[in-house]
């Protein structure tokens, strides 16, 4: 597990708990990919969503912790099973410094992988989650593949507008965090109001941490091992820094991208860096930024109205943090 | 929808608004691929496993008809999904007579074609199924992606035992008619030993209609076009009259095998035609299917224990119709 979450150990212990129901049930005798598939939930992140979910249900009354955990479980469980079929999607080599699984075994056995771990998620669910909970998490996987497919549909295209690319981190992302956070809530039977806020702090707080991680991807860390910039441009994706980039100087950035390849098909790695650098200096960023600070703003407004406790307060860092990440 | 139900109007009659409902579900606006999979859709098969599942409600008491029918609706969807994901693996171009969907839109909408499907077979599974029943389509699915897995772990080595065949179509799709049958009774609060029986019934069905599909694959049509043999061994895989074949001439079958190729590498369309032809010779195809004939035998003694009904007399007539198939 990261240090994410040091700063709150009861939270950190729970996410722990998490961590083995996911481990166990990844490490399932009729599984033969477990070993792989073990290795590539390791390689896991910072529990974010279980997190959420967790951080939720303390608004309530009666949350069975188990129970809260398990729920959990099966949400991290979507995430690694929607980042193995994303890995296939962009062709990705590497997740988090290791193979890909479909690196690692091929795309036939990742696709099935992929499978398995949804359906190991739906049973979790279906196993822990009041019916409506479980049901909003089969809506959730749907408007995640349709969001993924609409992405998909415009790739090596660079022509999304500012509404297109808000429409896609919405569901990819932002539809995620938001159940996480107010199914949570909902199992713990918190109000109808304090769920209904956590829904809409929990999207807000999905966009502004998806728009961020697009940011990332222009910037080269000076810290850690030099890594490549503009490997979403490379994957074909044009997210809102470029987009804000290609408002300024569309013929400018067109003919950077095209150098070396055809109309509508794979961008090379130094064009793709070479965009990136250009969409900095066109101020494409700062725009960027600003958007995930009005997206932070709200989810902080939200959450302020909610009762003055301890989650409360938890949360109002969380959205804080995840703005000024830098990594 | 096929003529195969024609001689029961009643089964065919739900079976058409179960198809309404598979459709209605496939059209929906947020799903950017919706023509296509709907062409998938429609290129449908015979609907076994909804009928199965109607079929099974009516050893109920209270069945009422729309909620069975859209949990039929659900078992199909899990069934497109499935073939979606099925036809990437086997690298298949054809479906039915039609380009299958990733040959259609590519591999990787077609990832996220069948994960989409797949979630919403959940969300009309939970939407109309007992919770018992939600969860059972959850393991269902768990055990059908091990299966593939399996089944593909041990591609193009023509080393698989009876035993591990047996297992794989024992995953792959005796379980699905199984739960199919069962899940309709259980829905409809029949007693829980017809229950069993059912579960049972359905089982070994699955496992009959599962080895006369390979032995097919190995037969000629005259009747219709000229249908290419040997299309499973071409791709990798080692189904019953192939496994008693090369129990009685290894050495002959694995040379007709290599001819033209590397090992563990893909089998040319004549080599594998002609190890088919070879197996038949063999007698491969006479010991499959007596052991297709014993399980269809198994399920007519456990319909039979059933107490005399008109669904009793329609499933006799199932098990014995899908003996006998020859398409």
Partial sequence: MTDFWKASPALERRLQRVVAIVDATIDYPGFPLREMALAAAEAGGKLLRPALLIIGSSFGRAAEAERIERLSAAVELLHIATLVHDDIIDEAPIRRGHPSLHANVGVKKAVLAGDWLFSRCFLLSSESADPDNSRNLARLIAAICSAE?????????????????????????????????????AEAKAGTRIV???????????MAFQVIDDILDFESDADVVRKPVGKDIAEGLCTLPLI?????????????LARGREPNQAVTAEAAAAAALRAAELGGLERARADARRFTTRALAE????????????L???AERLLDRAY
């Avoid at 295209?157 to 981190?169: F, N, Q």
């Fill in 149 to 185: 497919i609409n992405q998909d549909l415009g790739k090596y295209r660079y022509t999304a507008s500012v509404r297109d690319y808000l429409r896609t981190i919405a569901g990819k992302t932002a539809a995620l965090f938001s159940l996480a956070l107010h199914a949570g809530a």
């Fill in 196 to 206: 209904q806020s956590l829904r809409r702090a929990g999207y807000d707080m999905g």
């Fill in 244 to 256: 804000y980039a290609l408002q300024t100087d569309r013929a400018g950035l067109e003919s950077i």
């Fill in 303 to 314: 959450i302020e109205r909610l009762p003055a406790s301890q989650p409360r307060n938890e």
């Fill in 316 to 318: 109002l860092g969380l």
